[in-house]
């Protein structure tokens, strides 16, 4: 289906058009970005798999949300918000960028350093939403630099802990982990209201009868193209070293969109969350 409304931008997965005042369209593309690059081949029905996921947890989750409804595979209508510059990670496993803060003592969790260990209870881990490169940021970061006042931020903290645990329940009854979640809300008349996409692409899933703490898991989410993209960037980093031309380590963007800056370089790697991801990739 050929999306319909006025093209406005790109994101790094999704295209977004206008409809009126009130409302926009997300296309799904099946584009798929690893450390915050757009990559050069898309994956078939990618998309299509965000899309349908974003529209499954939308329906069943019980809270208010921007979906209005799915058109045809791709297209999801959805209410025009102002979103909130956070991003809302929450982990229930010590993995990612999360282990590396850890072990550089930068975070203080009561957890035993074991890659993939169960958190006590889910940890909120919020990263500032920038054009530039999302940080770790924290909640008194997030109040006092206006990007929530404290009883917004209140409530977004809880609604995203509940959300994960909703979520993991459901996971856990299809036979799935869900690691970590990534959400964004926004707000509409001066409501605060759940926004953007929940699928592979928000979280990391780990097959329950594969989990073992310890070593990297197997996941049903983008980790395996992470190590992908790593294996080759570190395969470019070996031919510059010996003096050859490191030429793909920016990922241009597809013609005829507007992507700002931010996906066309790659400023250092990093996860869906948009943090440090590589202590859960073998080889780091
Ligand atoms: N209801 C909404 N109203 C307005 N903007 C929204 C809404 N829901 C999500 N968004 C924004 O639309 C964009 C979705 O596109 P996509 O996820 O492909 O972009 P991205 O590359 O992750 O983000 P960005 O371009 O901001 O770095 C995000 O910037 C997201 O914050
Ligand atoms: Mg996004």
Same mark, same amino acid.
């Given at each position: 289906?050929?999306p319909?409304?006025?093209?406005?931008?790109?994101?790094?997965?999704?295209? #977004?058009?206008?409809?009126d005042?009130?409302?926009?369209?997300?296309?799904?593309?099946?584009?798929?970005?690893?450390?915050d690059?757009?990559l050069?081949?898309?994956?078939?029905?990618?998309?299509?798999v965000?899309?349908?996921?974003s529209?499954?947890?939308?329906?069943?989750?019980?809270?208010?949300?921007h979906?209005?409804?799915?058109?045809?595979?791709?297209?999801?209508?959805?209410?025009k918000m102002?979103?909130?510059?956070?991003?809302?990670?929450?982990r229930?496993?010590?993995?990612?960028?999360?282990?590396?803060?850890?072990s550089?003592?930068?975070v203080? #969790?009561?957890?035993?350093k074991?890659? &993939?260990?169960?958190?006590?209870?889910?940890?909120?881990?919020?990263?500032?939403?920038?054009?530039?490169?999302?940080?770790?940021?924290?909640?008194e970061?997030?109040?006092s630099?206006?990007?929530?006042?404290?009883?917004?931020?209140?409530?977004?903290?809880?609604s995203?802990?509940?959300?994960?645990?909703?979520?993991s329940q459901?996971?856990?009854?299809?036979?799935?982990?869900? &690691?970590?979640?990534?959400?964004?809300f926004?707000?509409?008349?001066?409501?605060?209201?759940?926004?953007?996409s929940?699928?592979?692409?928000?979280?990391r899933?780990?097959?329950?009868?594969?989990?073992a703490?310890g070593?990297?898991?197997?996941?049903?989410d983008?980790?395996?193209?992470?190590l992908?993209?790593?294996?080759?960037?570190?395969?470019?980093?070996?031919k510059?070293?010996?003096?050859?031309?490191?030429?793909?380590?920016? &990922?241009?963007a597809?013609?005829?969109?507007?992507r700002?800056?931010?996906?066309?370089v790659?400023?250092h790697?990093?996860?869906?969350?948009?943090?440090?991801?590589? &202590?859960?990739?073998?080889?780091?």
């Amino acid at each position: 289906m050929k999306p319909r409304g006025t093209f406005i931008r790109s994101g790094k997965v999704k295209d #977004i058009y206008e409809l009126d005042a009130d409302h926009l369209l997300f296309y799904f593309t099946d584009r798929v970005s690893a450390f915050d690059v757009i990559l050069p081949s898309t994956i078939p029905r990618k998309g299509e798999v965000l899309c349908k996921l974003s529209a499954y947890w939308f329906e069943t989750l019980g809270v208010p949300n921007h979906m209005v409804g799915v058109e045809g595979t791709n297209a999801m209508v959805v209410r025009k918000m102002t979103m909130i510059p956070v991003e809302c990670v929450v982990r229930g496993y010590l993995y990612g960028s999360l282990f590396e803060r850890y072990s550089k003592g930068e975070v203080s #969790i009561p957890v035993e350093k074991v890659l &993939a260990a169960k958190l006590p209870e889910p940890y909120f881990d919020p990263t500032t939403k920038s054009e530039v490169k999302d940080e770790p940021i924290t909640e008194e970061g997030i109040v006092s630099e206006g990007r929530m006042t404290a009883p917004e931020l209140k409530e977004v903290k809880g609604s995203t802990i509940s959300i994960y645990n909703k979520m993991s329940q459901r996971a856990a009854q299809a036979g799935f982990i869900l &690691a970590d979640l990534k959400l964004e809300f926004g707000r509409r008349d001066g409501k605060v209201v759940l926004g953007d996409s929940i699928g592979p692409d928000e979280f990391r899933m780990w097959p329950a009868d594969k989990y073992a703490p310890g070593k990297s898991q197997d996941s049903y989410d983008k980790q395996p193209v992470r190590l992908a993209d790593k294996r080759r960037l570190q395969g470019e980093a070996g031919k510059s070293a010996e003096g050859r031309r490191a030429d793909s380590a920016t &990922a241009p963007a597809p013609a005829g969109t507007d992507r700002p800056g931010k996906q066309q370089v790659r400023p250092h790697l990093r996860d869906v969350h948009g943090q440090e991801a590589l &202590a859960a990739v073998p080889g780091r």
